[in-house]
Every structure is written in structure tokens, then in C-alpha cells.
């Protein structure tokens, strides 16, 4: 089993930056991929950013040069650097382990961007 605890969300302008953290537990060495989600109201959940077990990292288009993951060498905490943040970022941001034999979720943590 793997635990998943975001944090790191709120309320931030237009421009503004945020970093979401992702506290990863239990059997760690069962993972192979882990990313970040989001969901906007009305819309289907999308994949942000991710990155492989051996550090290659991909990022959807419409984040690409302004956000940022990364983990710590523990492989114990997962971070999504995000700036110049827009409104159209606005959505919950789900932590994702991509598991050997099933895949994890957080329970999520709400960006909201003001324009």
C-alpha cells in the first residue's frame, strides 16, 4: 500500500506562484511513476507533470517552462513548483503513483487563481 498526503494549495493571482508538496508512504519501493493531476470544474482529470523512477520527467504543454516537479533523493516527498500561475490553472491537484501492481490518489488540494 502507498500513502499520498498533498498540501500546498490556496488562493493565488494571476502571476503569483505556488509549490505543492506530496507526502508519499508505505511501500515506496512499489513505485515506479510518480505525478501530479488536476481537475477543473466540469472538466476530466489531466495529467500535469510526472516523473519516472529514474528521474525522466514529462509535463503537459500548457504547464511546460512555468511548472516544475521534483522529489526529494528519499523519494518521500513529490513538489510541483508552479509560477506565473493563471486562472485557467485553477483546479484540484492530485498527487499519482503509478504502483507495480495498482495506481494511488491523494484526496487532492484546490488551487484557485485570480485574475
Known amino acids: 500500500q502507498v500513502q499520498l498526503v498533498e498540501s500546498g494549495g490556496g488562493l493565488v493571482q494571476a502571476g503569483g506562484s505556488l509549490r505543492l508538496s506530496c507526502a508519499v508512504s508505505?511501500?515506496?519501493?512499489?513505485?515506479?511513476?510518480l505525478g501530479w493531476y488536476r481537475q477543473a470544474p466540469g472538466k476530466q482529470r489531466e495529467l500535469v507533470a510526472a516523473?519516472?523512477?529514474?528521474?525522466?520527467?514529462t509535463y503537459a504543454d500548457s504547464v511546460k517552462g512555468r511548472f516544475t516537479i521534483s522529489r526529494d533523493n528519499a523519494k518521500t516527498t513529490l513538489y510541483l513548483q508552479m509560477n506565473s500561475l493563471k486562472p485557467e490553472d485553477t483546479a484540484v491537484y492530485y498527487c499519482?503513483?503509478?504502483?507495480?501492481?495498482?495506481?494511488?490518489w491523494g484526496k487532492g488540494t484546490l488551487v484557485t487563481v485570480s485574475s
Open positions: 516523473i519516472a523512477r529514474r528521474g525522466t520527467t
Open positions: 499519482h503513483a503509478d504502483g507495480i501492481l495498482r495506481d494511488y
Open positions: 508505505g511501500s515506496i519501493n512499489s513505485i515506479n511513476d
